[in-house]
């Protein structure tokens, strides 16, 4: 189930109508998800955010949550792996509905190497430029950062 950013439920068709009136208005989706293991539970939040159209004030944002077993996520790799693939599913889904929709996928990776996902920074962002998205890493990679983040808590 996806939520508006204050809560409410919506459906995804709901969404897709908003980002068809989004992007006549030339404004981009974002998309990026975060992940949050707690005891045995691995909780993964995809957002979908939109933002820069024209006249637009501030920016809207949907999430949903999925829960997962934390064993069928060993590593950090994987995770960051998965983080990804949900980005790259919501985004296909999404220009299925909009073939316009100028997408841009927010990886939660580091852009320095010393960090602990930065080493997996390159990889992961040819899988999203490889599946045909632009995408960005961290410290731009706000979409993923702070909207999903805040909701994979």
Not at 15 to 41: A, E, F, M, P, W
Not at 107 to 126: E, H, Q, V
Request: charged share 25%; aromatic share 10%.
């Amino acid at each position: 189930m996806w939520h508006s950013g204050s809560g409410n439920k919506v459906s995804l068709e709901a969404i897709y109508s908003k980002i068809n009136l989004h992007t006549r208005k030339n404004g981009c989706v974002y998309v990026g998800c975060d992940s949050q293991i707690y005891g045995d539970k691995c909780t993964f939040s995809t957002a979908i955010c939109l933002h820069g159209a024209d006249d637009q004030k501030g920016g809207y944002y949907f999430f949903k949550r999925e829960k997962t077993k934390r064993n069928d996520y060993p590593t950090m790799v994987v995770r960051l792996l998965r983080e990804v693939e949900l980005s790259i599913k919501i985004g296909y889904e999404i220009l299925e509905n909009n073939s316009n929709a100028d997408i841009e996928i927010h990886i939660d990776a580091n852009s320095k190497k010393d960090k602990p996902t930065g080493k997996f920074a390159d990889m992961l962002m040819g899988y999203a430029k490889g599946a045909g998205f632009r995408c960005k890493i961290k410290p731009e990679a706000w979409a993923s950062n702070s909207i999903a983040d805040k909701h994979s808590k």
